[in-house]
């Protein structure tokens, strides 16, 4: 249902009952008023000399007229306000519109008499029937007549004549609620106007609110639907927009986890192709060369490391890249952390010909973290010295007296200082070909200081005496040395 | 390694291949093992005479953390969790159920003994009290050290360095904190300090040779007997 169409259904639920009431009630008082003034009027005839006699020498054709001859108004008595008997009309009070004291009702007749006898039977055959049950000795009311009508029943002190019963007219049931000019209108109109002044341009915001909604719907709520305006529609379009952004932003955010998984799968199926390959390559030289291949055995050993060390970096770093939430923040021992993970590579050190040591503190060195973070930053940074390192690589875990530090080194060539931050860079793995680093996969550093800067942490480089690569992770600051 | 000959361990896998596989590298290691294939709550049967359970996650049947739950409920045996997963919310979750520790595949064949062994090892080490290494025994009490029963003479520092390597025989101790257990925190700070205190400390002890160099790290007091870092 419109707005237009309820707003029209409640006006008329509300407004007819009210004006069928105020009708009704004044109809009824209007009515009770003719009544009276009759009553008053027929009484004033029955004390008039002659009147009543009338009725009594021909009751057969007895009217109510009064007696012919000159009018003499000290012997006829009035009901005040009422016009002369043989013009009497019933008709309402109020404002005289003509002579003062007189108000033509339109369509109003002269009032009439009807004579009953003792028993309650009418004396003329035209008379109308006295309803049942009208008390003997008092005034009647409310009688059966149609509208405009009205009639009183009067006893008597006549035998013959012993009830009468007047009838004159009243307003019509409508006519005596609506002012006698049309001036009525005119403020009934400026009400109405004014409604509809108010109402359409309400309205009119509405469907323009619904037609900017739909609009800004089409364009992924992009669009922003306030009107500018200072009242309740003008609050609903800015509530709108505030629900829109909201949804926008999950929008975004969605689509941005949907790119980020797809390039993971891409990523991860393109990137475990190629030592998948390497690893047939090597495992066919095995079965055909048997025991008597070690770099095929060393190469396949390698590659199988590579695949899982690749798939874990991938997975950590399509989490870093979409998710800057809060982590997975618990407690995290880093000397057991710090095993683990050299514990891990200890087989692929042997392999490469690189003296894998460690040394960590005697008990538990804990901090809150996320553990599948902090463990892969630091495998990382173990894959990388072990990769690099010539003969030694070393791991070593330091409590400090407000956090530690945790330096992995090797003897490998080291970096030049100017180039760690294009190491750290996941740039070198954007382009278009993925090609795999000489030794590694590109992405260990740049995991590494991610983590390490979700964990307020830092990643400090610097030379080795004699000639190597010393990766600090611990408090920003510089090598703890 | 005769503590650890008649350890026997649970692995509970359901992989045809991997299950039989991790069975034979424990068997290799010199360690008793029992593979339980299927997924369900176990009874006094299986735990019989077990060390340490070792737990895949994902089982047909029941899944491994709702194994471990029961298994909390009755039995303070360690558990080593395996899982596929890569992923905090399900390490911790494991942890808090009341798992020892967790490995994430794949794994190498020797980290997974290493793992099994350090877990079974540890109760072992800290029931250790009294430091006794080959030729050389030191009393904490006294603050001093004996080689072959005789007096070392070694000085204050020279002590504190071989208690705190003697601690851990075979595990590498740093520099950093041999220096800061031995050192005077407001003496000059100078490097090869340690160096020169370590120096004597070995001519001391010579000719055993126990405390090795170890790159990039600091030393270590060689295991004998064994013992393992």
Redesign the interface.
Known sequence: MTLRRRIALVTAAVLLPTVLAIFAWDAHDRRRAAEQELITFTRGLLAMPGWIEGCEADPARWTGRRPTGPPDSARRPRPPGSPAPSAARLRRPGPAAGRPGFVPVPHSEPARFFAYGADGQPLRPDNPALPAGLPDDAVALDMPARSGIVRISLPTASPICARIVGQGTTEPWLGGVLPATHVWLVPVLAVVGAVLLAVGPVVRRIRRLTRAVQRSADADYAESVADGGRDEIGALARAFDAAARQVREQLEETRSREAALRDYVANTTHDVMIPLTVLRGHLAELEAGGAACPDAMRGALREAHYLGALIHNLGVSARLATDDGPMHANPVDLTALVERVVARHRPVARGEGVDLQVAVPPGPLTIDGDVTLLEQAVGNLVDNAIRYGRAHAAVVLDPLPAGFVLAVIDDGPGIEPDAVEAMLARGGRADAARSRAPKGQGLGLYIAARVAERHGLALNFGPVEGGGLRVELGPSGGLAG | MMATMSRCVLVIEDDPALGPQLVRHLVGAGLAARLLAEGRPLDGEDLHDVDLVVLDLMLPGQHGFDILRQLRATSAVPVLVLSAR????D??RGLQLGAD?Y??????P??FV??VQ?RLRRPLLERQAGIRIGPLELDLDRREARLDGVSAGLTRVEFELLAALS??PG????R??LAGRVLDPDGPGDPRTLDVHVSRLRKKLAPHGLIET?????YRLRALDGEAP
Not at chain 2, 86 to 89: F, G, L
């Open positions: 890569n992923d905090t919310a390490k911790v520790d490995m994430t595949k794949p794994f190498w020797e980290e290493a793992r350090a601690e851990r595990a590498a101790v740093s950093r904190a170890v790159w990039g790290i600091g």
